[in-house]
């Protein structure tokens, strides 16, 4: 079921920029979106699905070591999007990118998602 609508990705070479939006599917989501605590998750072909980063209903944000510095998560809670704003991209940025939703409004290391969008694609080229 998908919950979230993820757009932005494409293909963009070494150094360049994109930004990712996710927006509630339904308007129960955007319930789910305002109160809650969203992620932006990435899965890379072969490999494990991974944090890049979160933002809390308090406003606090943590992102992974890889993208720390390059990457920024932000919210616009009127229209019920979530931005994942992606620059100095590199080739291991190459994944797939999903926006989630915990149940919960604070963001822990440890906190469970379950609400999913169906991810966008970013290939990053050399």
């Known amino acids: 079921q998908v919950n979230f609508v993820e757009s932005g990705g494409g293909s963009v070479q070494a150094g360049g920029s994109l930004r990712l939006s996710c927006l509630a599917s339904?308007?129960?989501?955007?319930?789910?979106?305002?109160?809650?605590?969203m992620a932006w998750f990435r899965q890379a072909p072969g490999k494990e699905r991974e944090g890049v980063g979160s933002?809390?209903?308090?406003?606090?944000?943590w992102y992974a070591d890889s993208v720390k510095g390059r990457f920024t998560i932000s919210k616009d809670n009127r229209e019920g999007r979530l931005y994942l704003q992606m620059n100095s991209l590199k080739p291991e940025d190459t994944a797939t990118y999903f926006c989630?939703?915990?149940?919960?409004?604070?963001?822990?290391?440890?906190?469970?998602?379950?609400?999913w969008g169906q991810g966008t694609h970013v290939a990053v080229s050399s």
């Open positions: 989630a939703a915990a149940r919960v409004p604070r963001c822990f290391s440890n906190t469970d998602y379950s609400y």
């Open positions: 339904r308007s129960t989501y955007k319930y789910i979106f305002n109160g809650h605590c």
């Open positions: 933002f809390g209903v308090d406003g606090i944000t």
